[in-house]
């Protein structure tokens, strides 16, 4: 049943090949294997998509369709799953990612208290290059394990 509704959602090649925009991207986009749905290439694109969801940098699309497109795994599943970090949730899957990261490299909690607000946001102030390390480090070890 999700594989029929996934398939109804997912473009055909020759689709993606008659497509002005996406006509451009020329070989890379019009492979089969890119669009083809399997468990291989479905289970490699979901670690793709959840690997770059955390990835607390911008362009994580972007990252994960040149991901897909090198593994040569399902472009349109990788790419929605990025999509699980949102305004709602990327604050508490960030906070776990950096505490994570505080205990993997053995540095102290720079922030105590958390409040999803703008002023605990301005409130950080130069403190984000120090926590920046232990949340890339979090992060990553948070893509890799999901």
Known sequence: MIRNIIKRYTPDPKFVKEHKMLSRLGIWLQDPSLWHL???????????????????????????????????????????????????TIPPMFYFAYVLGTKLLGTKIQVEEFHLSWEWLKSLGGSIFEIFPALIVGSLICGVIL
């Open 38 to 88: 399997n468990r291989r290439s479905a289970s490699w694109a979901t670690f793709i998509g959840l690997f770059w969801a955390y990835v607390p940098l911008p362009g994580q699309m972007i990252g994960a369709t040149v991901t897909a497109i090198i593994f040569r795994v399902n472009i349109p599943i990788s790419f929605a799953l990025i999509w699980i970090t949102n305004p709602i």
